[in-house]
């Protein structure tokens, strides 16, 4: 392999799942720059093509952008099973898929709670699945998951215990895909503002909250995140498997904001 991503056959291939906006994106862009020819996944086609289209070209490959929908079976098994993962230059899947919602766990619709478990865990599950039967020996898959997976937060009951899930499931799949060859790891971002975390810091104090919790004292940004999967999947971290690394600014060593309080002082204000 070439310092660029390319094989003797042409660039290494990589699929990124939830990639048409925010830490998605942002990964994309930086596997493209590392020389992977990238998929770009998401349930936002459009998007998706917008952020293909603007990926630096790569020698040898194309980029290219899929519609999925992480929830369903038979839309992740097509993702995977068609050309572009047919090639035998599959050699790193990146999970970047996420939704969340805010609700206590007394007043939480169970509708509710179970979408963003379908979007976040079982999505988190069907991709690990098809890249365990695709990826190539050598190769490597990272899932997002999120300092809620180690740290509570009121509201957040849903959105904690799937990426929680996410994350012993990251643990159990680099037990069972060692001796493919395959590593699995995770990425576990406190505060970045993305599309996902927007609507919350609209709310006042809840930005302010976080910094005031983070250690290094602001927000990461999808390109930190971006770097930290690049070299999970590079053969720089070749003997590194099963590992969900904190990436927050130290923010899982303080308290995590409190999203309830400062909403209900919105509501009464």
Partial sequence: MSATGETSAGPRRAFVVGGASGIGAAVARRLATDGYAVVVADRD?????????????????????????VS???SVAALFEGPSAGDGQLW??????????????????????????????TGGF????????????????VSLTSLNARQPGGGMGAYCAAKAGLAMLTEVA??????????????????VVTPLTAPAMDIP?????????????????????????????????????????????????????????????????
């Fill in 92 to 121: 790193a899947v990146v999970n970047s898929a996420g939704t969340s919602t805010l609700g206590t766990v007394r007043d939480l619709p169970v509708a509710e709670f179970r979408s963003v478990l379908d979007v976040n865990l």
């Fill in 45 to 69: 086609a459009e998007a998706a093509r917008g952020v293909a289209e603007a990926l630096p070209a790569v020698p040898g490959g194309a980029h290219e952008a899929r519609a999925v929908e």
């Fill in 72 to 74: 369903d079976e038979a």
């Fill in 205 to 269: 104090g809840v930005r302010d909250d976080y910094v005031a919790n983070t250690p290094l004292g602001r927000p990461g940004t999808p390109e930190e995140v971006a770097a930290a999967v690049s070299w999970l999947v590079s053969e720089e971290s070749a003997w590194m498997t099963g590992e969900v690394m904190d990436l927050n600014g130290g923010a899982h060593t303080m308290r995590y904001p409190d999203l309830l309080g400062h909403v209900n002082r919105m509501l009464e204000a």
């Fill in 174 to 191: 680099a037990l069972e895909l060692g001796p493919a060859g395959i590593r699995v790891n995770a990425v576990s971002p406190g505060l």
């Fill in 126 to 141: 069907l991709v690990l699945q098809q890249a365990a039967r695709h990826v190539v020996r050598g190769g490597a898959v």
